[in-house]
């Protein structure tokens, strides 16, 4: 498909109150365990983007009754634990890693054959960090070279429960042994080092699964879920996607005179590291109406224009905000002084290389950035406005890339014109027109 760039330059502050969508990650989460519940499930607030579509589509095809209702809220009649139904045909995931690697897990201890494809982008990223652990629980798996989609997944009953160290720090890893074990009989364990989002852990018990969590001697997470599971249906509200914050928050911060309000934002501790950050930059982030909705704490977030300042980035706190590096690279390429950061290894593997992909852009449109082996160095304008580029500048088909650098345009004086908007919709439908509506203008 051909698309034409979109250009986004400087059209005011960012002004009034903005509710982003549904978490991207809760909302995987929701239909899944909604579809393995015995009963009828509700989710309010599910983010419609094409990812979270994918696994509606998936667990539609293994035998789950999904629909929308005339009110935007989606009802779900499950098929219980261990009643996933041999889909017809290959499940597409899209553009969708969250996805493949969490279904691979549900698969795994089901009796059934599931081929897994996806985008261009999508069949290039690794999926044997995943693998690996299922096939430990005696799931068998035959992938592309380099563990890479299409792949296929044949599943075992009874799986083998076993207890798994994750050698690098991922929830999804996390989550797909989890969720294998939920038809496991016995006790499932994985050892969290480092600490990732923790949706699955909060949802699984709101779901009724038998599952801990401890520490060790070490101080790493235990989390022992016991299958076989019977998990009981449930009203889910979505809190708003903080990922999906990050680029309104970035903005208002970076553009003068802006004041927002973000209303109903997801503030678990393990994603709400890039608040942190640029609180410590100097950004004016202020939470209120705190409060928990479903398991989940939410506030709203009152952000205004500041004068930032470059910090050096603690490398463990990466995983509270893997997927806001790229917005924190565009709030650091405005900032009085350098920023760097480090321990960022797992950019390389995202939908796109984001390390070089972001650096390469931030050069184009003017910004002093390094590209180091795990992060970037940046030095900031010291608030001044970017030049802007007259080029395109490279998305690499990565939708958080792509509204980042939507965002450094509202302050560059050229603006720039972002290549390919059209990724923007597996995980922010309307991120445009909601743009405009906070008065930048695309």
């Known amino acids: 498909m051909t698309t034409a760039p979109t250009r986004f330059a400087p059209r005011g502050p960012l002004t009034g109150t903005i509710s982003v969508p549904g978490d991207k990650s809760i909302s995987h989460r929701a239909l899944m365990l909604s579809a393995l519940a015995i009963g009828e499930s509700r989710i309010e607030g599910l983010l419609e983007g094409e990812d979270v579509l994918a696994t509606a589509a998936a667990m539609r095809a293994m035998g789950a009754d999904i629909e929308r209702g005339g009110d935007g809220a989606w009802t779900v009649h499950g ?88 050698p690098v720090a991922s929830a999804q890893v996390k989550s797909a042994v989890l969720l294998a074990g939920l038809n496991t009989p016995g006790i499932t364990r994985v050892i969290e080092p480092v600490a990732t989002r923790d949706h699955s852990e909060r949802m699984l018990k709101g779901f009724g699964a038998d599952i801990s969590v401890e520490r060790d001697t070490d101080g790493a997470r235990v989390i022992s879920i016991t299958g076989e599971a019977d998990l009981q249906p449930q009203d889910i509200a979505v809190p708003g996607d903080p990922s999906s914050a ?29 608040i942190g950050v640029l609180q410590g930059m100097g950004g004016a982030i202020e939470m209120s109406n705190e409060r928990e909705v ?74 002093r950035a390094e590209e180091a082996a795990d992060g970037l160095v940046i030095d900031g304008t010291g608030g001044d406005m970017l030049p802007g580029s007259c080029h395109p500048v490279a998305s690499a088909l990565d939708h958080r890339i792509a509204m980042s650098f939507a965002v450094a345009g509202l302050h560059c004086r050229d603006g720039i014109e972002v290549d390919d908007m059209h990724p923007v919709q597996t995980s922010f439908p309307g991120f445009e027109a909601m743009l405009r509506r906070a008065g930048a203008g695309a």
């Open 79 to 166: 098929v219980g634990v261990g009643g996933l139904m041999q889909p017809a045909g290959a499940l597409d995931m899209g553009n969708s890693g969250t996805s493949t690697r969490l279904l691979m897990g549900l698969v795994a201890s089901h009796a059934i054959t599931c081929t897994f494809t996806g985008d261009a982008s999508l069949s290039h990223r690794p999926m044997g960090r995943v693998i690996d652990p299922l096939r430990l629980m005696g799931a068998d798996i035959s992938a592309s070279p380099g563990g890479t989609l299409p792949a296929m997944v044949r599943g075992i009953v009874p799986a083998i429960p076993i207890e798994y160290r994750l």
């Open 294 to 367: 479903g398991g989940e704490p939410v506030a709203d977030l009152h952000v205004r224009h500041s004068a930032l300042t470059g910090i050096d980035v603690p490398p463990d706190i990466a995983p509270s905000m893997i997927d806001e590096f790229p917005a924190l690279f565009v709030a650091a390429a405005f900032a009085h002084g350098r920023t760097r950061t480090s321990g960022l290894d797992e950019l390389r593997v995202k939908e796109s290389d984001r390390l070089a992909v972001m650096a390469a852009g931030l050069a184009e449109i003017g910004a």
């Open 246 to 274: 990050a680029f309104f928050i970035v903005a208002a911060l970076i553009v003068p005179g802006s004041d927002v309000t973000l209303t109903g934002i997801g503030m678990n501790p393990t994603r709400a590291g890039l």
